[in-house]
């Protein structure tokens, strides 16, 4: 009988702060493969809840894998949380079938600092309290990433934003898109993917719009 040699021996970097988050991660082992149903994917598991996802984007053989920092973009799952401080598994699935269908090759220890700079990061449904505080802080990570690849400072409608009176309305949310969206652009990257994509006057504001956002500007450089 011949030993199963497949598994995962670490990722790096292992220790990340999302306040500047990696682009990418490598991960090790053996037994990775494209069994035509393309590359592994890489749960990120925060005990057994899943809370980010990425598909593999390069293979060296068959031990070392680049992952992307996981986003609402990577992900196979929708609206997953994303990664908040604390340790996770980054359990690697190699895909089987068209269904699809996964087999599991092993995992590795990533540690998870910082919060973005995000108060109440993730935001929870049903439980976070809407805060004007969170789209200040948005708005402000937005701006940096901008500042950081090249593009003009956006302006805001009401860009002072008050706790206690101003009320978070869709524009808010549709402006921060748009200004983020560009960033993507700037470096060629697929744009991000939001709840609602079409959002008018009127429509409520949820945590998950907050939140995507949110992860969508840490994982730019």
Not at 58 to 77: E, I
Not at 123 to 143: D, F, P, Y
Not at 159 to 185: C, D, H, K, W
């Amino acid at each position: 009988m011949v030993a199963d040699s497949r598994g995962v021996t670490g990722i790096s970097p292992s220790t990340i702060d999302l306040a500047s988050p990696p682009p990418t991660f490598t991960i090790t082992g053996n037994g990775f493969a494209n069994l035509g149903f393309g590359l592994p994917v890489v749960n990120f598991m925060g005990g057994t809840t899943l809370v980010a996802q990425a598909r593999a984007t390069a293979l060296a053989g068959s031990t070392t894998l680049t992952v992307p920092f996981p986003t609402q973009a990577t992900s196979l799952t929708p609206n997953l949380p994303g990664l908040s401080a604390g340790t996770v598994q980054a359990q690697v699935w190699q895909q089987t079938s068209a269904t699809p269908t996964f087999s599991l090759l092993g995992s590795a220890t990533l540690t998870v600092t910082g919060s973005g700079g995000f108060t109440d990061n993730p935001l929870v449904a049903g439980s976070t309290v809407e805060k004007a505080v969170h789209i200040s802080e948005v708005r402000t990570a937005v701006n940096a990433a901008r500042t950081r690849n090249g593009l003009a400072a956006s302006a805001w409608t009401d860009p002072t934003i008050t706790a206690g009176s101003t009320t978070i309305r869709a524009v808010y949310i549709v402006e921060l898109r748009t200004a983020l969206n560009q960033v993507y652009t700037k470096l060629g990257r697929t744009l991000p993917t939001y709840t609602d994509p079409t959002l008018t006057a009127g429509m409520m504001c949820k945590a998950a719009h907050i939140q995507e956002l949110r992860n969508a500007v840490s994982s730019l450089p």
